[in-house]
């Protein structure tokens, strides 16, 4: 049984379309985050919600709009995509003031020709 | 954004040999954890430590939260060629909801 998944696993696209990638947790969370992990490997933190209210936002372009529609779902919008958003992204959960043990999803490889 | 720093950047054992990585910050952490990512796949979480001093094993794997508060260490004991992978570690301050990754290690084992 799978905790967190994530929908597509793969993404080809053209510039300037805009697309959705969903994320879905069964592990009774109440974080939810996105991540974006470039060439390098390195995984930057984007948005994270609780209980459905955005309380991380780091530095990322207006084009991608996080939405969490219950504590279970949190989804990324990406509007006018550009060549630089091509990247794995990564949604993940955890249960703050408790483990605090944070689980991934499979990842969203994203290509934008 | 931040980011922490992770020792060795990459490294090549040959099959049987323990491994040593490490994790360091300028800030403190209240909980470190530690994952392996493979091709293709999503970061699994290894170990989660939160006290200072701590030191947690899971199988041949054994990690340790520094002293400091500032480090954490992950050593593999006996390593098999499926230990090849990315390594991260991960910290995070008491009342935040957010967590510093490391720049990670990329483990290359020898059969």
């Known amino acids: 049984d799978t905790a967190v998944s994530q929908t597509p696993k793969y993404l080809v696209t053209q510039m300037g379309n805009d697309k959705s990638i969903k994320c879905e947790q069964n592990?009774?969370?109440?974080?939810m985050y996105w991540y974006k992990q470039d060439s390098k490997k390195f995984l930057k933190i984007m948005f994270s919600y609780n209980n459905k209210e955005l309380i991380i936002n780091e530095t990322v372009p207006n084009r991608f709009s996080p939405k969490s529609p219950d504590k279970a779902h949190l989804n990324l919008h990406i509007n006018s995509l550009e060549l630089g958003d091509s990247a794995v992204y990564f949604c993940?959960?955890?249960?703050?003031?408790?483990?605090?043990?944070?689980?991934f999803g499979p990842g969203t490889r994203l290509t934008v020709t | 954004g931040q980011q922490l720093n992770q020792s060795p950047q990459s490294m090549f054992i040959q099959e049987g040999e323990d491994v040593s990585m490490n994790c360091t910050s300028s800030?403190?952490?209240?909980?470190w954890l530690w994952y392996k990512q493979d091709p293709g796949e999503g970061p699994v979480l290894l170990i989660a430590?939160?006290?200072?001093?701590e030191l947690t094993s899971n199988g041949r794997l054994t990690a340790q939260f520094g002293i400091t508060r500032k480090d954490s260490f992950l050593n593999i004991s006996a390593s098999i060629p499926s230990d090849v992978g990315i390594y991260f570690c991960?910290?995070?301050?008491?009342?935040?909801?957010?967590?510093?990754f490391g720049t990670g290690t990329r483990l290359k084992v020898l059969a």
């Open positions: 993940a959960s955890s249960q703050a003031g408790a483990s605090y043990e944070q689980y």
């Open positions: 991960a910290g995070q301050t008491s009342g935040t909801y957010k967590y510093i």
């Open positions: 430590l939160y006290k200072a001093g």
């Open positions: 800030s403190i952490f209240n909980t």
């Open positions: 592990l009774g969370h109440d974080t």
